[in-house]
């Protein structure tokens, strides 16, 4: 999909919002309010994350700039929170809608069955006509703090709610190439080369972040605009098939939910490196990783825990959990037959590193 006509048919949106939107338009949640009613009443659900929250509380508690403590991140998102909801509950509720808060953490998604939980009531808001306001629990986050950032929570959003649509708003026309000028269509598969993340006193994100995740989006089967924040009536205009920001069109066949969530969400705690015929293996989509095609392990992870396959080069081919731990893993390597079977015992010619279903091919 290159056409942006496509986009027209969009019945499931996903709007991400940034820190610095909302800590400096205080107008913007009723911009953004009168446009998801607008969508409503086209029969398209929104889902709402937003950043802000510590960047509107430091200031209540007295701080001179945005802290950079864990502790006072925390306490800033604490005081900041309510007001968020305040602003977007006045805006919604001005075009008769219903916010809902949801506060997510990545705890909350690596958790398979937390995972499936907050999908069955982000469905039920969605159901009801409600409008969820997601936003990262900074208040007990601790390492999503200094490392996460909404872009990627977005991202993550959009399988829970199977959307077609994921708009990341910022402060620039789009994704710039480099002369400044915007680039209209981009594949999620192309090398941007690298991009410049800014460091932002107000948020965590930047362009680099947003392009990763509208790669990540765009593996869920749905399409991607980093639109201008500023522009007036940016969402609809882009629903519309308006040529505004960079679309990211959607790829051919999705990722299943859980595969998505193997390969995005969960954090890789090792890396296993193969041989030249494991990656032919991996690659070709039908052959579990065996312990014969491992040349090295590293990390320290458990049976269940998510893993990188990279070839001999350092690129990563593959991502999947892995059915051994990294003695088992480190024991078993390069063995196969008789050889396999002294190291590990009798049941040792069974041994699976990583099963095709548990594998997501990297691209």
């Known amino acids: 999909m290159t056409d942006r006509s496509e986009l027209v048919?969009?019945?499931?949106?996903?709007?991400?919002?940034?820190?610095?939107?909302?800590?400096?338009?205080?107008?913007?949640?009723?911009r953004l309010a009168a446009q998801v009613a607008g969508l409503a009443e086209a029969k398209c659900g929104s889902v709402v994350v937003t950043s802000g929250a510590i960047?509107?509380?430091?200031?209540?508690?007295?701080?001179?700039?945005?802290?950079?403590e864990v502790a006072l991140l925390q306490a800033s998102a604490a005081a900041g929170q309510s007001v968020l909801m305040r602003r977007y509950d006045e805006a919604f509720g001005a075009v008769n809608l219903t916010p809902a808060q949801v506060l997510l953490?990545?705890?909350?998604?690596a958790d398979r069955e937390r995972l499936n939980n907050a999908r069955e009531a982000l469905g039920a808001l969605l159901d009801a006509g409600a409008v969820p306001i997601v936003n990262e629990n900074d208040t007990v986050a601790t390492d999503e703090i200094r490392f996460g950032d909404n872009d990627q929570l977005a991202a993550m959003v959009v399988p829970l709610v199977s959307a077609d649509l994921l708009v990341l708003l910022t402060d620039v026309?789009?994704?710039l190439d480099g002369d400044g000028q915007r680039i209209s269509v981009m594949s999620a598969h192309s090398e941007m080369g690298k991009i410049e993340v800014s460091a932002d006193r107000v948020g965590s994100g930047g362009m680099g972040s947003k392009v990763d995740a509208a790669r990540k989006a765009c593996r869920s089967g749905a399409a991607v605009v980093i639109a201008p924040a500023g522009h007036p009536n940016v969402l609809s205009e882009i629903v519309a098939g308006a040529?505004?920001?960079?679309?990211?069109?959607?790829?051919?066949?999705?990722?299943?939910?859980?595969?998505?969530?193997?390969?995005?969400?969960?954090?890789p705690k090792g890396t296993l490196l193969l041989d030249s015929g494991a990656v032919r293996a991996v690659q070709d989509g039908k052959s579990s990783?065996?312990?014969?095609?491992?040349?090295?392990?590293?990390?320290?992870?458990?049976?269940?825990?998510?893993?990188?396959?990279?070839?001999?080069?350092?690129?990563?081919?593959?991502r999947g959990?892995?059915?051994?731990?990294?003695?088992?893993?480190?024991?078993?390597?390069?063995?196969?037959?008789?050889?396999?079977?002294?190291?590990?015992?009798?049941?040792a010619c069974e041994l699976v590193v990583v099963h095709k279903d548990d594998l997501v091919i990297s691209g």
């Open 9 to 30: 048919k969009t019945r499931r949106l996903v709007v991400k919002i940034g820190s610095r939107t909302i800590a400096n338009d205080p107008t913007f949640p009723a």
């Open 243 to 267: 040529d505004l920001g960079t679309l990211f069109p959607r790829l051919g066949l999705p990722l299943k939910a859980r595969k998505h969530w193997i390969a995005f969400t969960l954090r």
């Open 173 to 175: 026309a789009g994704v």
């Open 55 to 68: 960047a509107l509380g430091w200031g209540r508690l007295g701080y001179k700039a945005k802290p950079r």
């Open 289 to 318: 990783l065996l312990p014969v095609g491992v040349v090295g392990v590293a990390g320290e992870f458990s049976a269940g825990d998510a893993v990188r396959l990279v070839a001999l080069d350092g690129t990563e081919i593959a």
């Open 105 to 109: 953490s990545y705890a909350d998604l």
């Open 321 to 347: 959990l892995t059915r051994l731990s990294t003695a088992d893993v480190a024991r078993a390597a390069g063995k196969k037959g008789s050889e396999l079977e002294a190291s590990q015992g009798a049941e």
